[in-house]
């Protein structure tokens, strides 16, 4: 039994971040690992810390891979996942802090059920370097209006978030996926190549569209309280509280976040919603896709300047679209458990 973790790491000018996230992937009391780090084009000081990392650290199993230019998220890590010995794979960001114990008490769940496909850790903040018990995100929870959240994001850790439980899907922050499962739901398209995160998403949503992928296959995603981490971000995937709290986070985003949020949203539903469940969720999500759009057309034109490209792509999208729907093992009643109203 190949018992091997792959640690996937992708770093983008992410010289904040390196030491203190690889110095908790030496601190892991798992030590079947290797460390795959894809360095997308830094221009910062990355590239020469992560040299001085591997240096001094000669006895670690380190790959590092120097891309000439920001090939996007989904790229690098699939390039990651395609160079990588595994049977688990370990999706990390590189603002993310492990627990001590994140990969051991990971691999235990998955050795309990070859069903389980994912695992979502139960992930804090992380403010200003300090770990807090404010929670960043314990899993993705999908509305029939087609809006995503990260359940629990910002709140304080409570005892609801002590069960572990199935899921939708997790985050990409530091998504466990068993290699067989991702193997078993990438898109391989005409050229033969091949797709577990969908890379012409860039980045943003990808970690939503390959979790629907395995749903649609019938594989379990477990949300797993005991496997902790912290990461350092700022999210719009919230409950919002209204319309003026909308506002102000999108007001906190760049438009180059805002423009590929939106446009991948759409590549999702395009992708993997069924016609049937579409039809079925029609008013909550025309009644929401409605006021998104007059608010972009009032507050946010330059947004919809991404159409032409969502058309451009639109024919790409419906062949992937066929590829999954072909191969799914779950019906529409079983799918549509998973989004709230």
């Known amino acids: 039994m190949n ?9 983008w000018n992410s010289e904040k971040y390196i030491e203190s996230c690889l110095n908790a992937v030496f601190a892991q009391n798992y030590h079947e690992v290797e460390i795959n780090i894809i360095d997308n084009g830094s221009i910062d000081k990355s590239r020469g810390i992560l040299e001085k990392i591997i240096k001094n650290n000669p006895t670690v199993n380190i790959n590092l891979i120097l891309n000439d230019k920001n090939v996007g998220f989904s790229a690098g890590h699939n390039q990651a996942i395609k160079i990588s010995h595994g049977e688990f794979i370990l999706a990390l960001n590189c603002d993310v802090i492990l627990d001590s114990d994140f990969v051991a008490k990971a691999i235990d769940i998955f050795r309990r059920d070859e069903k389980i496909g994912s695992i979502q850790a139960k992930i804090y903040q992380l403010r200003d370097g300090q ?7 314990v899993g993705f929870k ?15 850790d409570d005892s609801i978030y002590n069960i572990e439980k199935q899921i939708f899907g997790v985050n990409g922050a530091a998504p466990i996926y068993r290699r067989s499962v991702l193997e078993d739901v990438v898109v391989i398209d005409k050229n033969n190549k091949k797709e577990y995160f969908d890379e012409d998403f860039f980045a943003y949503v990808e970690d939503v569209d390959l979790a629907w992928r395995l749903r649609w296959r019938g594989w379990k995603c477990i949300f797993a309280p005991d496997v902790i981490a912290w990461h350092d ?26 423009k590929l949020n939106w446009q991948n949203q759409w590549f999702l539903f395009i992708k993997n919603q069924s016609f049937i469940n579409f039809i079925l969720f029609l008013p909550w999500f ?5 006021l998104l759009f007059f608010y972009l057309i ?7 300047t991404v159409i032409s490209h969502i058309l451009q792509l639109l024919p790409k999208m419906i062949e992937k679209r066929h590829l999954i729907l072909k191969t799914r093992r779950v019906c529409n009643k079983e799918m549509r458990k998973w989004f709230a109203g």
């Open 142 to 156: 999908l509305f029939k209006s087609g809006r995503i959240i990260d359940e629990g994001h910002g709140f304080e």
């Open 3 to 11: 018992n091997l973790v792959s640690i996937n790491i992708l770093t």
């Open 298 to 304: 009032l507050f946010e034109p330059k947004i919809l």
């Open 131 to 137: 770990k807090t018990t404010i929670i960043d995100t």
């Open 233 to 258: 971000r700022f999210s719009s995937k919230r409950l919002k509280k209204n319309w003026l709290d909308f506002i102000k986070l999108r007001s906190a985003q760049s438009f180059f976040t805002k």
């Open 286 to 290: 025309l009644w929401r896709q409605t």
